[in-house]
């Protein structure tokens, strides 16, 4: 994905036999994912417009344009949806879009390398980290708090973490 655009949702499949969908919006305000269009489909294709009829478990009901049957909508189940950078507002220096935070490398407060962050999970209270160590078999997750990830530079591709002992250690060793 280039640098001036980023995901902001995705369509989770069919809501009903009408051609409605359940999306996922990756917004802080999960509604402003409406007031970001036109998106462009990860399969190419444009949305133009998205009515927002309501809310289920962990995603939103809507009507997009161009669907009209269960089947259509059941067929866009896991297409992302993607908007320019220039569409959405302009964050605090505090903030930060996960896909920002992709792929920064990652060292302790005393400059050591910790690994590169892989992802940002949403787990509902505090995102997490993903970040894959060198000589670790699995990912580690690192609390996204201000606490533990004190120093986040954009512009150098690092953060500094201040991990909790042993987050980082093999746990077969």
């Not at 569409?87 to 879009?97: G, I």
Request: glycine share 10%.
């Amino acid at each position: 994905m280039a640098d001036d655009t980023l995901i902001v949702g995705s369509i989770s499949g069919a809501f009903g036999v009408h051609g409605d969908v359940r999306l996922k919006s990756f917004c802080a305000d999960p509604e402003a994912l409406a007031d970001y269009t036109p998106l462009t489909r990860s399969d190419g294709k444009t949305i133009t417009t998205i009515v927002l009829k309501g809310q289920t478990k962990g995603a939103l009901i809507a009507r997009v344009d161009g669907i009209t049957t269960k089947e259509e909508a059941d067929a866009l189940r896991g297409i992302d949806l993607i908007a320019q950078r220039d569409q959405l507002p302009s964050l605090p220096d505090d903030e930060f879009y996960h896909t920002d935070l992709m792929g920064l490398m990652a060292f302790d407060t005393g400059g050591a390398e910790l690994g590169r962050v892989k992802a940002v999970q949403s787990n509902g209270a505090d995102d997490l980290l993903e970040v894959v160590a060198p000589g670790l078999k699995d990912t580690v997750l690192v609390p996204f708090t201000r606490t533990i990830v004190p120093t986040v530079d954009l512009a150098s591709g690092r953060i500094i973490i201040d991990p909790p002992g042993g987050l980082f250690a093999d746990p077969d060793a």
